[in-house]
């Protein structure tokens, strides 16, 4: 009687927002032992080019920047950043001065 090969699977979240106001997710089933890279491809999502030319793509699990090459554990959210347009602080103080100029 043959014996089937068991392979251990996690359950990954891979989470990207291509645009403002856009989220993306899927749940993955992985062996064991993978990576961020490997969620990323499988994930099926419109990812960011820089992640098929191999340029410095920012990537993080559970909020913190992770390699590509980071080998993933069971129930691990990762996370695929789009560059900021806009410096936040910039960002706060342009809003802040459209509110003041803006009438009550």
């Known amino acids: 009687m043959a014996s089937a090969e068991h392979v251990a699977l ?18 993955l089933l992985l062996p064991t032992g993978a990576s ?3 969620a ?9 080019v820089e992640l098929v ?3 410095a793509l920012k990537v993080g699990v559970w909020g913190q920047l992770r390699s ?12 695929c950043y789009r560059a900021l347009q806009i410096d ?3 960002a ?3 809003r802040h001065r459209q509110q003041r100029r803006s009438p009550r």
């Open 10 to 27: 996690i359950s990954v979240l891979v989470v990207t927002s291509p645009a403002a106001g856009q989220v993306q997710q899927v749940d």
């Open 36 to 38: 961020v890279r490997d």
């Open 40 to 48: 990323l491809l499988r994930s099926g999502l419109e990812l960011p």
């Open 53 to 55: 030319e191999g340029a």
């Open 68 to 79: 590509l090459d980071h080998v993933l554990r069971d129930q691990d959210r990762v996370e």
């Open 88 to 90: 936040p602080k910039d």
């Open 92 to 94: 706060r103080r342009l």
